[in-house]
């Protein structure tokens, strides 16, 4: 029996490599002979360092709040390849819960993180872009990579969300061209545009701990600097799909660096080279803290189960998830609930590996 174990991450409780191996040791308790693959998955965001990576190298950059704080860059095999995750400088994780104000949160760290990864001469350099606590349009990385703004008395502005609001020119002459000589792969799992309602900030601002009232305020900035940009570079990149990424650094790094948008989960789904390992499988199990639908929007669990029966229809896909929302489902065999309904939500995340490991066990045992 040939079994697949491609989680993703359950937010806040378990990171996919985790949840792949809870999974694992809870199968090999009850089936030690059986045939287990373990391919843990992301589709753009959290993640997708540790699903790509074969080896990773530990660096110091400014974080979210502007305080130092660790992260790492990732390398492919063959070491021409670098893989970032953004997350890992400028991510939610790294913003205690009552401090996340994207008003004073910055992605300087995701340029640092550039300019390290460039130190090793790759070819070519995959971001994951997703898990963001800022809604900056990358102004933050885009210093920290060279390019300079300015206020009305031409004087450089600060690094955080609330300094677009003073940005009045831009000066790109110092930019880093090294980044625009390489592939720069810009990894995301959404389609949003930068501005508008579908915009990035009306529909992940919220999320971010801007209120109502800064909404409009910040797309409007955001038109007004996306402009500059345009004009600064000659191109205008703020209606392509996937560009409002992140609070917009994905039509940034775009725009200033010729960065390639592409579907998260496609990178991660080529590169693992899962298609080969669909064939002859007889489970495939994934796994995401919540299914819901915006699961089946396109999120990495639905693409991975889509893709496994495309290549294998025999292949039976079975989904542990934290909270299960779906009405309807005609995608996965079975859907495991592992949350203690007497449990609040805060304690169900502090016990999903333990929540996790049960339900394998106990559903690998009924088998």
Known sequence: MKVIIAPDSFKGGLDAATAATTIFKAFKE??????????????????????????????????????????????????KTIIIEMALAAGFEKVEEDKRDANYTTTYGVGELLLKALEYNPKRIIIGLGGSATNDLGIGALQALGIKFYDENNDEVGIFGKDIFKIKSVDSTNVNKKLKEIDLILATDVKNPLLGERGSTFVYGPQKGLKEKDLKK??????????????????????????????????????????????????????????????????????EGKIDSQTLSGKGPLQIALKAKETN????????????LLKDNNIFDKIIEINDSKLSLKDNIKQTKTHLFEAAKNYFQEL
């Open 30 to 79: 009850v089936k030690p002979n059986y045939n287990y693959i373990l391919k843990p998955i992301s589709d753009g965001g959290e993640g997708i360092l540790k699903a790509l990576a074969n080896k990773t190298l530990p660096v110091m950059v400014t974080g979210p709040l502007g305080k130092l704080t660790s992260a790492e860059i990732g390398f492919l095999k063959d070491e």
């Open 218 to 287: 910040y797309d409007e900035q955001f038109k007004i600097v996306s402009e500059l940009l345009n004009k600064e570079f000659n191109r205008d990149f703020t209606n392509v799909p996937g560009v409002g990424a992140a609070g917009g650094i994905a039509y940034s790094l775009a725009t200033v660096f010729d960065g390639k948008i592409t579907s998260g989960f496609d990178v991660v789904y080529e590169e693992l080279k899962l298609e080969e390992t669909f064939k002859k499988a007889d489970y495939l199990i994934t796994a």
């Open 313 to 324: 229809p025999k292949i039976k896909v079975v989904i542990f998830v934290g909270t299960n």
